[in-house]
């Protein structure tokens, strides 16, 4: 290959396979999580990270915290961000409708894992605030995980069941991008989230 890259991550496999097992005139890594919030192996990283070409991260402050940790990689690290196709979106987003009711209010959504670091566990508490409020609101929750039974639970201990709902997973989730008011990302840490350039495509 001309090009080999350790794409997904942290596994430590993948960087050993791409180095070791794959013939190929560059070989890069690329980084797009957060180093200080997801198992990273330090030791793994000073012993074989050298021997890449480039390393890539997918954001400045990531670049800044693997260089704090390993400075002897810095000139090797490159800020490379997630590619999103605005053309490829904006076409999946007419397939088919999100919404098929006459409702007037807000639609706040959220796209991702439900899990721990993506933070829809958070979401019932803000959402019974803005109901208390008199805020005329649903949410949404597109993506499915560990936590669904958790957030089901506390939408039922708040009678939230006509405000917040669980989606599930969509391959295509564009269609509520383009048709919610309102995109909230409650992520306790990210790398660089993808949902949030999609999000800023379509002006949310």
Not at 59 to 67: K, P, T, V
Not at 96 to 108: E, L, M, Q, S, V
Request: with cysteine; net charge positive; proline share 3%.
């Amino acid at each position: 290959y001309d090009l080999a890259v350790a794409y997904a991550g942290p596994m430590d496999l993948i960087s050993y396979f791409i180095l070791n097992k794959v013939r190929a005139k560059k070989r890069a890594q690329w980084i797009h999580f957060d180093i200080e919030k997801i198992g990273f192996n330090i030791n793994f990283a000073k012993r074989y990270y050298k021997y890449f070409d480039n390393i890539f991260i997918v954001s400045n402050e990531a670049r800044a915290q693997l260089i704090k940790k390993i400075p002897q990689l810095k000139s090797k690290c490159k800020v490379f961000k997630n590619v999103v196709s605005e053309a490829e979106l904006i076409k999946k987003s007419k397939e088919y409708n999100a919404f098929n009711d006459k409702y007037d209010g807000t639609r706040i959504l959220t796209v991702g894992r439900l899990t721990e670091q993506k933070g829809q566990d958070i979401i019932p508490n803000v959402l019974k605030r803005l109901i208390d409020e008199k805020i005329n609101v649903k949410w949404y929750c597109v993506g499915e995980g560990n936590l669904e039974k958790k957030i089901a639970l506390k939408i039922k201990e708040n009678k939230l069941d006509k405000h917040l709902f669980l989606v599930g997973k969509k391959l295509n989730p564009y269609p509520y991008f383009n048709e919610c008011d309102l995109y909230v990302q409650p992520s306790r840490y990210e790398g660089f989230c993808i949902t949030l350039t999609e999000a800023k495509i379509f002006k949310k």
